[in-house]
């Protein structure tokens, strides 16, 4: 586990951490990377601007042929075979061979998270950035989830055994935090009025 660290950033910079240090790869691109995602340390994938998408196979990271231009942000799998990617207007699907366009609505989506192949959901603003959603895809289709639709969705989260919670706001608003309890999201935690308005971004649960 310990020699099976990677993160990436800016200029298509890739970092992994070999137990001792952190080392740069070798990612045979300049372009800024914003999501990772991988099933074994032999088995990755980046996402980033323009639309690039890399892939991590044991040996060095490739370029792998994408379906649009736009800025990807977040990628999500469940399986070798099952792969999405998301971003400016655009969700993408990995079936183990190739990507496809698998929009659905202009959204500007930035975080991913799932269990499956039929329980995946995405979250993020609307179109021009006013407002915010979380979407659930059952296998089929992608439907709305009841939240506040002023609140931009910036970060999911689960541990698989039912805890999920999603993250968001912004400087309008203030920071929001809801928690799915199997059933519906539910309003955990809402920024006071009488606080610095800021919109919450990351998140993260023990266990």
């Not at 990377?33 to 990755?44: C, P, T």
């Not at 183990?96 to 959901?121: F, H, K, P």
Request: proline content about 3%; glycine content about 20%; hydrophobic content about 40%.
């Amino acid at each position: 586990v310990g020699t099976s660290v990677f993160a990436a950033g800016g200029g298509g910079a890739i970092l992994r951490f070999d137990g001792a240090a952190w080392r740069p790869m070798a990612g045979n691109s300049e372009t800024a990377l914003y999501g990772l995602w991988g099933n074994s340390a032999a088995n990755l994938f980046a996402v980033g601007g323009g639309g690039r998408i890399l892939n991590y196979d044991g040996t060095g990271w490739r370029p792998v042929k994408s379906p649009t231009g736009m800025v990807l942000r977040a990628v999500w799998g469940a399986s070798r075979s099952e792969v999405f990617a998301a971003g400016s207007g655009v969700l993408l699907r990995y079936n183990g061979r190739e990507w496809r366009d698998a929009s659905d609505g202009v959204r500007l989506i930035g975080c991913l998270w799932g269990t499956s192949g039929a329980n995946l959901y995405s979250g993020g603003a609307a179109a021009g950035g006013e407002g915010g959603f979380i979407r659930r895809f059952d296998g089929s289709g992608w439907r709305d989830e009841a939240v506040d639709p002023a609140a931009p969705i910036h970060g999911l989260w689960g541990d698989g055994r039912g805890n999920l919670f999603a993250v968001g706001g912004s400087r309008a608003i203030g920071g929001i935090l809801y928690r799915f309890d199997g059933r519906s999201w539910q309003e955990a935690w809402r920024q006071p009025e009488e606080t610095l308005n800021q919109g919450l971004r990351a998140l993260w649960r023990e266990g």
